[in-house]
């Protein structure tokens, strides 16, 4: 079973930056997906950001040009780079992934979510 653990959330100002780190663990074959979104009280989770196997990438409309996401596959940690934070970008953060894992009968899809870290931006 593939596990999913975020660091990285926190308080900061409006204008800051955080930085959220992803680690998957787990006897992963490889990667289609990987990315975050995140779910504010009240809301329904929606996407921030994702990269897919080859790099692509996909942002949702309100942090594009104010985050980053990248990925080490080797290292099966995914990274998103947030600046310019905004109090409406308030919200916890869960990461995702998808993609093949080896199994005792051979191979088969995961589709994993972390725990959430929750991201506060407030003065």
């Known amino acids: 079973q593939v596990r999913m653990v975020e660091s990285g959330g926190g308080l900061v100002q409006p204008g800051g930056s955080l930085r959220l780190s992803c680690v998957a663990s787990?006897?992963?074959?490889?990667?289609?997906?990987m990315g975050w979104y995140r779910q504010a009280p009240g809301k329904e989770r929606e996407l921030v950001a994702a990269?897919?196997?080859?790099?692509?990438?996909n942002y949702g409309d309100s942090v594009k040009d104010r985050f980053t996401i990248a990925e080490d596959s080797a290292k099966n940690t995914v990274i998103l780079h947030m600046n310019n934070l905004k109090p409406e970008d308030t919200a916890v953060y869960y990461c995702?992934?998808?993609?093949?894992?080896?199994?005792?009968?051979?191979?088969?899809?995961?589709?994993?979510w972390g725990q959430g870290t929750q991201v506060t931006v407030s003065s």
């Open positions: 990269i897919s196997r080859g790099g692509y990438t």
């Open positions: 787990g006897s992963i074959l490889r990667f289609n997906v």
């Open positions: 995702h992934a998808a993609g093949t894992e080896l199994t005792e009968g051979g191979q088969q899809h995961f589709d994993s």
